[in-house]
């Protein structure tokens, strides 16, 4: 984060603070006049890293209170920019501040319209940070300061009249309802007690008419002074600022209201140049007077650092990814010393086994071709039961289907009944080992005169024998069903016998 410097501007001199948590240390101070502008410059120069934040403290101050239709956006801000040009013609240093909508009528807005009159005394300080293009965050006025101030107060009231003192002299300030309404500087040339309770007691008077001709308080009600002072003047302020028909006066320690803001060292006196510096940094206010093309540094500034924050968050992400990948890699290099150890342990108890097998006269190579002759022959050599038992689940989901005989044999692939061909040609390879299953079964005697059933019992026994890996092909079916040939369901005697077919499966090994 960089350097935060504070500029007090009144109308004779600017004073340099450099704003630490525990408050402003004061750098330097410059005269209105060419060599304080130089000294000025070169201040600004060797500091051109550094934020800055103006606070004036200036006589010549404008402030209008007034309503305008409710609007949004574009037509808003025209409005504002309009009544601004209206008020305050001439001065670039103003702003506006919204003091809520009216409860009455079309509910209007009312606005504070506030100005810095005065620029002729700050646009030289202005000049010279132009030049040096240093970063301005703002521009801000007393009164708003002190605003910040006004709700922590015990002694608010809903209309208040605070007086406050710097270098630049002594401060009026009128709230109502904990919003400033209008403020106005008296020079002061001595900071004696009883001169300070003397203007104190003129200025408030000056208010009080100036309030009750505006209707802002009535006449039969005495105005509430609160008086920010230092503890050693209370004394002399209370005995020559007394009570009044026309005024209720309250003090507040400045030294025990800037402790409480965390100032380290209060004000030695009334004049609070630092409290006040220091209230500026700790509530700065969002309203400030300075115009877009004198704070284009501080927006370049706020532009680079959000990109750095931007940039620094995408390499902390880059950093944690690469960690997690790092970590992963580590995990991966250990989990392979362990599987290389694993093999190297697998190789040793292998070659042990190999030195105790007792020696023969062949090869490794050899033997492993041979043991491999053995596992195809094996595998050949099967017996019927794969297929038999294909054959018995065949027959759970066909319970019309009875076997009368069975025959299981291995082939070569020649020495088959020459009617096989037909099942090679559909999926088996010619001359490649099969093992052949030859059924004989039956269907009940109750169907032998529904040959349609016949046939769709024979194809569904068909289907549930046939597999990707076995075929099936029917040898006979229950009725001849060539042409020229007659349908015959019985014999020579009469009797009706059980339908009869034929089937070979058939399984390459």
Same mark, same amino acid.
């Given at each position: 984060?960089?350097?935060?410097?504070?500029?007090?501007?009144?109308?004779?001199?600017?004073?340099?603070?450099?704003?630490?948590?525990?408050?402003?240390?004061?750098?330097?101070?410059?005269?209105? &006049?060419?060599?304080?502008?130089?000294?000025?410059?070169?201040?600004?120069?060797?500091?051109?890293?550094?934020?800055?934040?103006?606070?004036?403290?200036?006589?010549?101050?404008?402030?209008?209170?007034?309503?305008?239709?409710?609007?949004?956006? &574009?037509?808003?801000?025209?409005?504002?920019?309009?009544?601004?040009?209206?008020?305050?013609?001439?001065?670039?240093?103003?702003?506006?501040?919204?003091?809520?909508?009216?409860?009455?009528?079309?509910?209007?807005?009312?606005?504070?319209?506030?100005?810095?009159?005065?620029?002729?005394?700050?646009?030289?300080?202005?000049?010279?940070?132009?030049?040096?293009?240093?970063?301005?965050?703002?521009?801000?006025?007393?009164?708003?300061?002190?605003?910040?101030?006004?709700?922590?107060?015990?002694?608010?009231?809903?209309?208040?009249?605070?007086?406050?003192?710097?270098?630049?002299?002594?401060?009026?300030?009128?709230?109502?309802?904990?919003?400033?309404?209008?403020?106005?500087?008296?020079?002061?040339?001595?900071?004696?007690?009883?001169?300070?309770?003397?203007?104190?007691?003129?200025?408030?008077?000056?208010?009080?008419?100036?309030?009750?001709?505006?209707?802002?308080?009535?006449?039969?009600?005495?105005?509430?002074?609160?008086?920010?002072?230092?503890?050693?003047?209370?004394?002399?302020?209370?005995?020559?600022?007394?009570?009044?028909?026309?005024?209720?006066?309250?003090?507040?320690?400045?030294?025990?209201?800037?402790?409480?803001?965390?100032?380290?060292?209060?004000?030695?006196?009334?004049?609070?140049?630092?409290?006040?510096?220091?209230?500026?940094?700790?509530?700065?206010?969002?309203?400030?007077?300075?115009?877009?093309?004198?704070?284009?540094?501080?927006?370049?500034?706020?532009?680079?650092?959000?990109?750095t924050i931007v940039s620094a968050t995408v390499f902390g992400a880059c950093l944690l990814l690469a960690g997690g990948q790092m970590l992963r890699l580590s995990e991966l290099s250990d989990r392979?010393?362990?599987?290389?150890?694993?093999?190297?342990?697998?190789?040793?108890?292998?070659?042990?086994?190999?030195?105790?097998?007792?020696?023969?006269?062949?090869?490794?190579?050899?033997?492993?071709?041979?043991?491999?002759?053995?596992?195809?022959?094996?595998?050949?050599?099967?017996?019927?039961?794969?297929?038999?038992?294909?054959?018995?689940?065949?027959?759970?989901?066909?319970?019309?289907?009875?076997?009368?005989?069975?025959?299981?044999?291995?082939?070569?692939?020649?020495?088959?009944?020459?009617?096989?061909?037909?099942?090679?040609?559909?999926?088996?390879?010619?001359?490649?080992?099969?093992?052949?299953?030859?059924?004989?079964?039956?269907?009940?005697?109750?169907?032998?005169?529904?040959?349609?059933?016949?046939?769709?019992?024979?194809?569904?026994?068909?289907?549930?024998?046939?597999?990707?890996?076995?075929?099936?092909?029917?040898?006979?079916?229950?009725?001849?069903?060539?042409?020229?040939?007659?349908?015959?369901?019985?014999?020579?005697?009469?009797?009706?016998?059980?339908?009869?077919?034929?089937?070979?499966?058939?399984?390459?090994?």
């Amino acid at each position: 984060m960089p350097a935060r410097r504070l500029l007090f501007v009144n109308a004779t001199r600017v004073t340099a603070y450099h704003w630490l948590p525990s408050g402003p240390k004061e750098e330097a101070s410059f005269a209105a &006049n060419e060599p304080g502008l130089s000294a000025f410059r070169d201040y600004l120069r060797e500091r051109s890293a550094s934020l800055f934040y103006l606070l004036a403290d200036l006589a010549e101050e404008g402030f209008q209170v007034d309503e305008l239709p409710h609007v949004q956006g &574009n037509d808003r801000r025209e409005l504002i920019k309009r009544k601004l040009a209206q008020y305050y013609y001439g001065t670039p240093l103003s702003l506006a501040l919204s003091l809520g909508r009216s409860k009455k009528g079309r509910r209007d807005e009312k606005f504070l319209f506030a100005g810095l009159l005065g620029v002729s005394q700050i646009e030289p300080w202005l000049q010279a940070m132009r030049e040096t293009e240093a970063r301005l965050a703002g521009i801000h006025s007393m009164p708003f300061v002190i605003a910040a101030l006004v709700g922590k107060l015990p002694a608010a009231t809903e209309r208040i009249l605070v007086i406050s003192a710097s270098s630049a002299g002594l401060r009026q300030s009128f709230f109502e309802n904990g919003q400033l309404r209008f403020s106005r500087l008296t020079a002061m040339a001595t900071d004696r007690s009883d001169l300070i309770a003397t203007t104190c007691a003129s200025e408030a008077g000056k208010i009080y008419q100036y309030l009750a001709g505006q209707r802002l308080i009535s006449r039969d009600q005495p105005l509430q002074v609160l008086v920010l002072a230092h503890a050693g003047q209370r004394a002399d302020l209370t005995r020559n600022l007394p009570d009044t028909p026309e005024r209720q006066v309250q003090f507040a320690d400045i030294g025990e209201l800037a402790r409480q803001q965390g100032l380290a060292e209060p004000p030695a006196d009334a004049r609070g140049d630092r409290f006040y510096l220091h209230l500026l940094m700790r509530q700065t206010p969002h309203q400030q007077f300075a115009p877009a093309e004198d704070r284009r540094f501080y927006r370049l500034w706020q532009a680079r650092h959000a990109l750095t924050i931007v940039s620094a968050t995408v390499f902390g992400a880059c950093l944690l990814l690469a960690g997690g990948q790092m970590l992963r890699l580590s995990e991966l290099s250990d989990r392979n010393a362990q599987v290389r150890l694993d093999v190297e342990t697998g190789q040793r108890r292998y070659d042990d086994l190999m030195r105790g097998l007792p020696p023969i006269d062949i090869s490794r190579d050899s033997l492993r071709d041979l043991t491999d002759r053995y596992r195809v022959l094996a595998r050949r050599s099967a017996g019927p039961e794969p297929l038999l038992r294909h054959l018995g689940h065949a027959l759970d989901q066909a319970p019309r289907v009875e076997l009368t005989r069975v025959d299981w044999r291995l082939d070569d692939g020649g020495a088959h009944d020459p009617r096989a061909d037909a099942a090679q040609s559909q999926g088996a390879t010619k001359g490649g080992s099969h093992a052949l299953l030859d059924i004989q079964a039956r269907l009940p005697a109750a169907m032998a005169l529904d040959h349609r059933g016949q046939i769709e019992a024979v194809n569904a026994f068909t289907g549930l024998l046939s597999t990707g890996e076995i075929q099936v092909r029917v040898i006979s079916r229950p009725f001849e069903q060539e042409s020229g040939k007659a349908i015959r369901s019985s014999d020579a005697t009469g009797e009706i016998e059980p339908p009869k077919f034929n089937l070979r499966v058939m399984q390459a090994l």
